[in-house]
């Protein structure tokens, strides 16, 4: 089911499957949230945490997370961990089978 909000809609696919959408942030929470992935993944291993221990743990929210209602906070968890996966070569941004559709809000055509 696609979640549409008054900026659109961004829908999250892995294995060719549709596994989340999200109705669309504003740009500026979208680049909030790509900067949160990156900080997150620069202070674990600042903390001592491997790539392969942070790559298990955005794959656990992942996974705990797709295919849920979610309210806000779970919303942003689920994109930070799917961003997180993205800039550790992971998951493909752009990839046919997995990968981020943004989409505008869809505009109903008034009949005269």
Known sequence: MIHEGSEGSISFYLNGKLIQSLPSFQSNDLNSIKSSANRIIIQGLRGGCNLKFIKKKFWLALQNLKEKNLNDDDS??????????????????????????????YKKKHKV
């Not at 799917?82 to 990968?99: P, Q, R, S, T, W």
């Open 76 to 105: 942003i968890l689920f994109a930070v961990s799917y961003f997180g996966l993205i800039k550790m070569n992971v998951i493909d941004e752009d990839a046919d089978h997995e990968g981020i559709l943004v989409m505008k809000p």
